[in-house]
């Protein structure tokens, strides 16, 4: 069993940047695509961003292009989401998850968030005006 969890969440003023981490242990996290989705109260969960297994592609929302980073350190069974420039409207609970068997270049398909082997319970990422 995956056991996978978020941390680096918090209160940050628009334009302002936070890194959340995500660490995955009880399994070989190399053989995971790892990735983040968003949600915020009385909406569906969103597609944020996702990386291969080894981190040679990565994929982005459009709206956080140019601002998040995803990364992962198969060492320390990690993976990052940086997150600059951030604006109100990034204020959500971010989860993290992990699929074996989906590639990252799908994950921005509705349907996979269905589909994902293993979550996180969330951080909350709080964006104030």
């Known amino acids: 069993q995956v056991q996978v969890v978020e941390s680096g969440g918090g209160l940050v003023q628009a334009g302002g940047s936070l890194r959340l981490s995500c660490e995955a242990s009880?399994?070989?996290?190399?053989?995971?695509?790892m990735g983040w989705f968003r949600q915020v109260p009385g909406k569906e969960r969103e597609f944020v961003a996702a990386i291969s297994r080894y981190g040679f592609n990565r994929y982005y929302v459009d709206s956080v292009k140019g601002r998040f980073t995803i990364s992962r350190d198969n060492a320390k069974n990690t993976v990052y989401l940086q997150m600059n420039s951030l604006k109100p409207e990034d204020t959500a609970v971010y989860y993290c998850?992990?699929?074996?068997?989906?590639?990252?270049?799908?994950?921005?398909?509705?349907?996979?968030?269905?589909?994902?082997?293993?979550w996180g319970k969330g951080t909350l990422v709080t964006v104030s005006s």
């Open positions: 009880g399994g070989i996290f190399s053989s995971y695509h």
């Open positions: 998850a992990c699929s074996g068997a989906l590639p990252a270049s799908t994950w921005y398909q509705e349907k996979t968030r269905y589909d994902m082997d293993y």
